[in-house]
């Protein structure tokens, strides 16, 4: 697993001020790790540096290797019950 966050809490901004403030938001994102933007009070979005987007998207598997890691069942069996069933009359 990769640990992208370079510290614990992660700058928060209002949608106006990261308006206001890109740049230096940027620079913030490149240096210190994430930057959280905030709308009403709940987090929306989170700004990442290229570095830390691509350290993110890097270890995520095509399709035919996610099915391929799985469990392995070669030594797969099914033990079957011996039972035929119960009588009926008919």
Known sequence: MVV????CDM????????????SEMIEMARV???QTITR?????VVL???EDY???V???????SYLLGGPKVEDFT???EPDTGRDIAL
């Open 4 to 7: 992208l966050v370079r510290r």
């Open 11 to 22: 700058a928060t901004w209002q949608v106006q001020e990261a308006k206001t403030r890109l």
């Open 32 to 34: 210190e790790g994430p």
């Open 40 to 44: 009403h009070g709940v987090a929306r």
């Open 48 to 50: 990442l540096s290229v």
């Open 54 to 56: 691509q350290a993110l």
């Open 58 to 64: 890097a270890h995520k598997p095509d399709f035919k």
């Open 78 to 80: 099914i033990e079957r």
